[in-house]
């Protein structure tokens, strides 16, 4: 199966332009009633073209959600970065509007979590959800096309990551990125990704960069096709990003069979890139703190089993009283090659 | 505060957790057994003279505030009784009583004396069952129509038999999830083996006020060794999705039609922030905040989260299933 990626042209009107290119992947029609989280890119709350989703994408959103149904509960989420979520939200742009249109804005660090447990988590063994999350019914990501020093390029696939609720933890699991964003993704796949790449950026982002217009408005249903289609324009092939080259390897590479739809079809976009010594440096970091993390996994396993004697003694434990033996090595072995993104690393 | 009764609950769970709390002081204990008394003063260190093997000079006692009873269940009506009018505050261990003609003279006199008496009903404070209840709460999962517990265990006191040392437990779980909403009637049927007296396993079916229908199962895995066998949950199925909550471990089993997650995993399973792995049981903790709401009710002088009403009231659900059980029908639960 195909998977439809829309890319037109941004034009002025970008309410008009939005509501054409969800037409164009089947448009969006959610049941009456349900609860609808928008997921925006605000990763500081500087103000900087191509840094942060434009709320005037968001608003257009909103606008065509309404026009579908129009009881939904709609939620705009942002987790904490360099300042407060809800900081972000006021400077840029989004509180009074928000609050005239009756959309929530939710700081998803300061929401109640609970810890999904993921078994067949590639990376995680267990992630912490925010109930506004938990309970959504569909879930929109809305991102910019930037270029990334550790990545090379992130726009929807790596917006999810700002699900995660702790700042922290976003920071420590920087190493396991490819991993990490294939299991967050599992949770979140979004029903709607749009890339608002009207201003893209390039350099040393994803804040840090310079602004380039490239006048585009890319939208799909899968958020995985979405990423492939940009970062194919800016790399000539998407999998030279790790984390899509992950993605794709691991079961998804069907996300790569796209149809593109719209009236523009460009043959490349040029995002200048920091210099290929840097990038290496950058990822050879990254290898090196992956195994301080793997250390990190192995006292958290000997502090478990000393809790878990407090509990059982020694002999009920060896004689498999509470699990059998094998499950414990089980766990063990998962403990040390998987994380957990809870509370405790705040 | 002092405990009545040092048996295996009190020095695994109340004892200790009377000593780490800060608003209490544990100035006695008492049993009729000198072993058990001494075994007790040893492990805790505790002052020779606060050891009792007549429980009724600990209630003479006037520094002490309030009571644990943690005797056999057949003594709790009696010596909760006693405490109250001794002027102490009682936390009883389950049941509450043998009698609903007990039950209700203690709910009497802790009204007259404006005493606390708390029960022993611990599976409210494991924190899955509270993120869980909250949720059928706030309509996450629309309106319920059933409730189920269904607990296999491993621990049941033969002379007590199923009904009173552990489904009792199971029927305030039931009943709290629902709001303590009232039990209209039940069918109960349970199985004694040849040798024994009491029943070791138990069903029961119930319908609440509100036409919810409840069922337990409880089934004592005599002879096994290994929690790993045993299945034991609750499960809460409305009108938009499911719970299933484990009895005393972490897990939360969620679908919710429509929803994300459900669409993509569901049913996902999830547990509290701070729980640290799936497979250890939170009881300990559940201990814990008991005794802790105990003390806090009394200190700033608020209702236990289980007080001696909701005891009563799991106390007459019990003699309707008793009766049940013996006359082989349904049975109106006279609330």
């Not at chain 2, 004892?15 to 057994?33: F, H, K, Q, T």
């Not at chain 2, 009491?198 to 509100?210: D, L, T």
């Amino acid at each position: 199966m195909k998977h439809k990626v829309a890319c037109i042209d941004a034009l002025d009107n970008i309410e008009e332009t939005l509501w054409k290119a969800i037409d164009l992947v089947g448009g969006f029609n959610p049941f009456d009633g349900s609860s609808i989280v928008i997921k925006p890119n605000l990763c500081t709350s500087k103000k900087g073209l191509g840094v942060t989703t434009d709320p005037e994408i968001v608003k257009a959103l909103v606008n065509y959600i309404r026009s579908k149904a129009k009881n939904c509960e709609i939620t705009i989420v942002e987790g904490d970065s360099d300042s407060s979520a809800m900081v972000a939200f006021k400077k840029l742009g989004y509180t009074k509007w928000a609050k005239d249109v009756g959309v929530r804005l939710k700081n998803i660090s300061e929401d109640r979590v609970v810890k999904l447990l993921m078994p067949h988590g590639k990376r995680l063994r267990a992630l912490l959800v925010p109930e506004t999350l938990l309970f959504m019914d569909y879930f929109i990501s809305v991102a910019c096309l930037k270029r990334h020093a550790a990545e090379r390029l992130t726009s929807i696939w790596k917006n999810q990551y700002g699900c995660i609720p702790q700042k922290h933890m976003r920071l420590d699991l920087h190493p396991f990125m490819s991993d990490v964003l294939y299991d967050l993704n599992s949770v979140y796949w979004a029903d709607l990704s749009i890339i608002d790449a009207r201003v893209g950026l390039e350099g040393s982002g994803p804040i840090e960069g310079t602004p380039k217009p490239i006048g585009l408005l890319i939208c799909s249903k899968n958020p995985l096709s979405a990423d492939v289609f940009a970062f194919g324009l800016v790399e000539g092939k998407a999998d030279r990003v790790p984390s899509i080259h992950y993605a794709l390897k691991h079961g998804l590479a069907d996300s790569s069979v796209i149809e593109v739809v719209g009236n523009k079809h460009p043959q490349a976009i040029s995002l200048r890139y920091i210099s290929r010594l840097q990038y290496i440096l950058y990822r050879w970091g990254m290898w090196t703190r992956r195994r301080g993390l793997y250390l990190v996994n192995i006292g958290t396993l000997f502090g478990v089993i000393g809790f878990a004697l407090r509990v059982q003694n020694f002999g009920d434990l060896a004689k498999g009283k509470l699990l059998p033996t094998s499950s414990w090595l089980k766990l063990a072995w998962r403990m040390v090659t998987k994380f957990e993104i809870s509370e405790r690393h705040n | 505060m002092a405990v009545i009764g040092c048996g295996e609950i009190a020095e695994r769970a109340h004892i200790p957790n009377i000593l780490v709390e800060p608003l209490a002081r544990l100035e006695a204990v008492s049993d009729i057994s000198e072993d058990r008394l001494l075994a007790v003063q040893e492990k805790f260190n505790l002052r020779k003279d606060s050891c009792y093997t007549d429980y009724t000079e600990v209630l003479a006692l006037k520094d002490i505030d309030a009571i644990v009873v943690t005797t056999p269940a057949v003594t709790h009506g009696e010596i909760a009784l006693k405490a109250i009018d001794a002027g102490k505050h009682v936390f009883v261990e389950k049941p509450m009583s043998m009698t609903v003609t007990e039950a209700e003279e203690i709910v009497k006199s802790a009204k007259r004396t404006e005493l606390k008496v708390a029960v022993g009903y611990q599976h409210r404070f494991v924190s899955s069952h509270r993120i869980a209840k909250r949720y059928l709460r706030t309509n996450k999962i629309g309106a319920p129509f059933f409730g189920e517990v269904h607990s296999e265990t491993l621990i049941v006191k033969p002379e007590e038999g199923i009904l009173i040392d552990y489904v009792v437990h199971l029927i305030d779980l039931l009943c709290w999830y629902f709001d303590d909403s009232r039990v209209v009637e039940v069918a109960a049927l349970s199985y004694v083996d040849e040798e024994e007296t009491e029943a070791k396993h138990a069903m029961i079916i119930m319908r609440f006020q509100n036409n919810v229908l409840g069922r337990i199962g409880a089934f004592f895995m005599d002879g096994y060794t290994s929690w790993s066998a045993s299945d034991r949950f609750v499960r809460i199925l409305g009108t938009r999705g499911k719970l299933v909550a484990d009895l005393t471990g972490p897990t939360i089993t969620l679908y919710r039609e429509g929803s994300l997650l459900s669409r993509l995993r569901g049913p996902h399973k999830f547990m509290p922030k701070g729980a640290v792995q799936e497979n250890l049981p939170l009881t300990e903790a559940a201990y814990r905040r008991e005794m802790t709401n105990f003390v806090q009710s009394i200190v700033q002088n608020k209702k236990p989260e289980v007080d001696a009403e909701q005891g009563l009231a799991v106390q007459k659900i019990l003699e309707a299933t008793q009766l049940s059980t013996r006359e082989k029908r349904f049975v109106k639960v006279n609330q």
